[in-house]
C-alpha cells in the first residue's frame, strides 16, 4: 500500500523559510512523478511545484523564484523548500505522487505564514 506522510509545516514570520518533507512507503518513489500542491480555505487546490521521475522541476506562477522542490530517491523522499514566505502562502500543503496515471496525495499539513 503507497503511503505519503508530510512533515516539517508549522507557523513561520512573514519572509522567513520553511521546508516541507514528504516520505513515501510501500513503492519505489524513482518511478513516480511528484509534487506539492496546496489549499487556502475556501480556495481550490492548486499546483505549488511538480519534478518527474527525471528530475524536471516545474512550478506555479505565485511560488516561481521563491520555492525549490527536490528529490532523494535513494531516500525515497521528496521535499519543499519554501524561502521568502508571504502570508498568502497559508494553506494545507499535499504531497502528491502519480505512477502508472493514478494519484497517490499525502494526509495534508498546516503552513502558517503569519507575524
Known amino acids: 500500500q503507497v503511503q505519503l506522510e508530510e512533515s516539517g509545516g508549522g507557523l513561520v514570520q512573514p519572509g522567513g523559510s520553511m521546508r516541507l518533507s514528504c516520505a513515501a512507503s510501500?513503492?519505489?518513489?524513482?518511478?513516480?512523478?511528484m509534487g506539492w500542491y496546496r489549499q487556502a480555505p475556501q480556495k481550490e487546490r492548486e499546483l505549488v511545484a511538480d519534478i518527474t521521475h527525471s528530475g524536471a522541476p516545474r512550478y506555479g506562477a505565485s511560488v516561481q523564484g521563491r520555492f525549490t522542490i527536490s528529490r532523494d530517491n535513494r531516500n525515497n523522499s521528496v521535499y519543499l523548500q519554501m524561502d521568502s514566505l508571504k502570508p498568502e502562502d497559508t494553506a494545507v500543503y499535499y504531497c502528491?505522487?502519480?505512477?502508472?496515471?493514478?494519484?497517490?496525495w499525502g494526509q495534508g499539513i498546516q503552513v502558517t505564514v503569519s507575524s
Open positions: 502528491w505522487g502519480k505512477f502508472l496515471r493514478r494519484d497517490y
Open positions: 510501500g513503492t519505489i518513489l524513482s518511478f513516480y512523478d
